[in-house]
Nanobody, 122 residues
Framework: QLQLVESGGGLVQPGGSLRLSCTAS????????IGWFRHAPGKEREGVSC????????DYADSVKARFTISRDFAKNTVYLQMNSLKPEDTAVYYCAAQNSHWCYYSGMDYWGKGTLVTVGS
C-alpha cells in the first residue's frame, strides 16, 4: 500500500519549535518532489514549503520564510519540516504530499498524507 505518514505535530508554546516528518511506505520518494501544506480552521489550504526531488531546490511561503526549513533524508525515505519561532497563526493541520516531478509545485500532487495537528498556544 502506497502511503505518506506525517508525524511530529503537537502543542507548543509561541516561540517554540517542532519538527514534522513525512515518511513514505510502499514506494521510494527519490523521484518525487514533496510539499508541505496546512489547513487552518476557516481558511483555505495553503502551500507552506516544497522541496525538489533532488533536494537542491526549496520554496517557502512568505509567512514562514526564515522560520521553517524543509529537508529530506533519502536513506530514511523521509522529508522533514523544521518549524522554529512558531506563532499562534501557524496552528493548523499539516499535510505532506508527493508529486512525481523533479521541480516543486503546489498542485497536481499524486499522494497525500492524512495530516498532523500543530497547535501553537499557551
Amino acid at each position: 500500500q502506497l502511503q505518506l505518514v506525517e508525524s511530529g505535530g503537537g502543542l507548543v508554546q509561541p516561540g517554540g519549535s517542532l519538527r514534522l516528518s513525512c515518511t513514505a511506505s510502499g514506494f521510494t520518494l527519490d523521484t518525487y518532489s514533496i510539499g508541505w501544506f496546512r489547513h487552518a480552521p476557516g481558511k483555505e489550504r495553503e502551500g507552506v514549503s516544497c522541496i525538489s526531488s533532488s533536494g537542491g531546490n526549496t520554496d517557502y511561503a512568505d509567512s514562514v520564510k526564515a522560520r521553517f526549513t524543509i529537508s529530506r533524508d533519502f536513506a530514511k525515505n523521509t522529508v522533514y519540516l523544521q518549524m522554529n519561532s512558531l506563532k499562534p497563526e501557524d496552528t493548523a493541520v499539516y499535510y505532506c504530499a508527493a508529486q512525481n516531478s523533479h521541480w516543486c509545485y503546489y498542485s497536481g500532487m499524486d499522494y497525500w498524507g492524512k495530516g498532523t495537528l500543530v497547535t501553537v498556544g499557551s
